[in-house]
Nanobody
Framework: VQLQASGGGLVQAGGSLRLSCAAS????????MGWFRQAPGKEREFVAGISWNGLTTNYPDSVKGRFTISRDNAKNTVYLQMNSLKPEDTAVYYC??????????????????WGQGTQVTVSS
């Protein structure tokens, strides 16, 4: 089972990036998926979550209105559209899946499948 995140890079403040997370080895079409980020010296932070059918999402206030999570279960892929990026969004971004629960959660400890991370750097 593997989650492969991609799409990170260097962007100027106010710009946009779209991250992708492709799953292989099994399907996650019935699982809650999430995105997290971790900046140097900081704890891993929840960024977005999406229900198995894509109908429900949740975000922390720090990204609400700027980030959008979506999924394409036919492609076994989850996306994170990031707009109006700020320097404080700089971090390694990870996608994750949970096989433990079926409701949205922001707790990293409840996610048991993790991708390798993709670096997002926002310059001022």
């Amino acid at each position: 089972v593997q989650l492969q995140a991609s799409g990170g890079g260097l962007v100027q403040a106010g710009g946009s990036l779209r991250l992708s997370c492709a799953a292989s080895g099994r399907t996650f079409s019935r699982n809650v998926m999430g995105w997290f980020r971790q900046a140097p010296g900081k704890e891993r932070e929840f960024v977005a979550g999406i229900s198995w059918n894509g109908l429900t999402t949740n975000y922390p206030d720090s990204v609400k209105g700027r980030f959008t999570i979506s999924r394409d279960n036919a492609k076994n892929t989850v996306y994170l559209q990031m707009n109006s990026l700020k320097p404080e969004d700089t971090a390694v971004y990870y996608c994750a899946a949970t096989t433990k629960i079926y409701s949205l959660t922001s707790l990293p400890g409840l996610y048991d499948q993790w991708g390798q991370g993709t670096q997002v750097t926002v310059s001022s």
